[in-house]
């Protein structure tokens, strides 16, 4: 789904309102334009790309594998790199936020499919819920470039209660950054940091828009 002429769209001002309408003024009209724009409900936006870069070191590989019991939300297979990579983003608004479904590549396999709920919600006004009831809280920063969402804490939500994992339990900081590259270009990077074990897992994908 391409974008529509920035002149026709409607107004999406819930990432705005995240970081405030000075970091957002300084923000390049392209990055403007991909988290300004609002969806219809149901309705979808689709980017294509590539994995250029992937690495994990050997924590990050056993936190990958273990993230697979509650959804896969992280990257577990650097046969991914230079595969393509395809994220779609769907409005939700019985849930007050969006889907997001991010499809990796895998040489000779099926593809690692990443699905996720961001809801705008929660101490920071954004959570992500990534399956079997545990979540991210956000926050975001801005800077010439593009976007980025770094871990505040992790969550399990049982019955209507947000409990905090213990720290013993967090794999790490996540931090995911939107950067836009120009001739409608913009890098998809999530990082997950250890204190203890450094970089565990480092993907960036580079994508398209028309």
Same mark, same amino acid.
């Given at each position: 789904?391409?974008f529509?002429?920035?002149?026709s769209?409607?107004?999406? @001002?819930?990432?705005?309102?995240?970081?405030?309408q000075?970091?957002?003024?300084?923000l390049?009209?392209?990055? %403007?334009?991909?988290?300004?724009?609002?969806?219809a409900?149901?309705a979808?936006?689709?980017?294509?790309?590539?994995?250029?870069?992937? =690495?994990? @070191?050997?924590?990050?590989?056993?936190?990958?594998?273990?993230?697979?019991?509650?959804?896969g939300? $992280?990257?577990?297979d650097?046969?991914?790199?230079? !595969?393509?990579?395809?994220?779609?983003?769907?409005?939700? =608004?019985?849930?007050?936020?969006?889907?997001?479904?991010? %499809?990796?590549?895998?040489?000779? =396999?099926?593809? %690692?499919?990443?699905?996720s709920?961001?809801?705008?919600?929660?101490?920071?006004?954004?959570?992500?819920? /990534?399956?079997a009831?545990?979540?991210?809280?956000?926050?975001?920063? *801005?800077?010439?470039s593009? /976007?980025?969402?770094?871990?505040?804490h992790?969550?399990?939500?049982?019955?209507?209660?947000?409990?905090? $994992?213990?720290?013993?339990?967090?794999?790490? *900081?996540?931090?995911?950054?939107?950067k836009?590259l120009?001739?409608?270009?913009?890098?998809?990077? $999530?990082?997950?940091?250890? =204190?203890?074990?450094?970089?565990?897992?480092? !993907?960036?994908?580079?994508?398209f828009?028309?």
């Open positions: 789904m391409d529509p002429p920035h002149s769209m409607e107004i999406d @001002n819930r990432f705005r309102d995240l970081v405030g000075t970091a957002w003024a300084a390049p009209h392209r990055v %403007q334009h991909r988290f300004g724009h609002c969806l409900d149901g979808s936006v689709v980017y294509q790309g590539k994995v250029v870069a992937m =690495r994990m @070191n050997v924590a990050g590989r056993l936190v990958a594998q273990l993230a697979r019991l509650v959804g939300p $992280l990257p577990y650097t046969s991914c790199l230079g !595969q393509p990579a395809v994220v779609t983003v769907t409005e939700d =608004r019985a849930g007050c936020g969006q889907f997001w479904v991010r %499809q990796y590549g895998r040489s000779g =396999r099926f593809p %690692q499919v990443i699905h709920s961001k809801r705008f919600t929660g101490p920071t006004g954004i959570e992500e819920y /990534i399956g009831g545990i979540g991210i809280t956000l926050r975001v920063s *801005t800077d010439h593009g /976007i980025c969402f770094h871990s505040d992790y969550f399990v939500q049982v019955c209507h209660r947000k409990l905090r $994992l213990p720290s013993w339990l967090r794999p790490g *900081t996540l931090t995911i950054a939107h836009d120009g001739d409608a270009r913009f890098l998809f990077s $999530l990082t997950l940091h250890s =204190r203890l074990f450094g970089e565990l897992i480092r !993907q960036d994908a580079l994508f828009d028309r």
